[in-house]
């Protein structure tokens, strides 16, 4: 069992309501929502809000003394968040997608490949160029349908011309 929070909110409950109005950030709507309820007195436990939150009572904790410690201003900052660095910096992704854009362009992923490996001395997997090149730069190597060795030219011109679809 949870026991009792001891807490001195300095903020109103409409000035609460007001700041978890304006938030845009999920992280930072359950952080005032907390405090909200802790003013209103609808709750009085970590293990009560951690469940109706759907967070671990010592994250509730955590943000508690967060807001002892520093007021809402602390409560409400967010550490930066980290991660591994990208391995195509954004200089040179702006570059590869300068080249996506020419009319040569590239005709596949492997050729995208051999182009950073040859000019820029970036090595990258086929599956990482590929997601670099489709989903972040939102760009496709579309390559035209090959056509016969034996077929005129401008036969398809003059079908579509014919053509009643």
Do not use: D
């Amino acid at each position: 069992m949870s026991r009792t929070i001891k807490i001195e909110i300095i903020e109103s409950a409409p000035e609460l309501l007001e700041q978890l109005k304006l938030a845009q950030n999920q992280e930072v709507k359950e952080r005032v929502q907390t405090l909200y309820w802790l003013k209103t007195k609808q709750v009085e436990s970590t293990g009560a809000i951690a469940a109706l939150i759907g967070k671990h009572r010592t994250t509730v904790s955590r943000w508690l003394s967060r807001y002892r410690n520093g007021g809402l201003k602390a409560l409400l900052t967010q550490g930066k968040k980290t991660g591994r660095t990208r391995k195509i910096p954004s200089a040179i992704v702006q570059k590869l997608q300068r080249e996506l854009q020419e009319e040569q362009g590239f005709s596949s992923y492997k050729e995208v490949q051999k182009w950073l490996k040859a000019v820029e001395g970036i090595e990258m997997s086929y599956t990482g160029v590929h997601h670099v090149v489709r989903y972040r730069l939102k760009a496709k190597l579309k390559v035209p349908r090959p056509v016969h060795i034996k077929q005129a030219l401008g036969v398809v011109e003059q079908f579509k011309k014919t053509s009643s679809l």
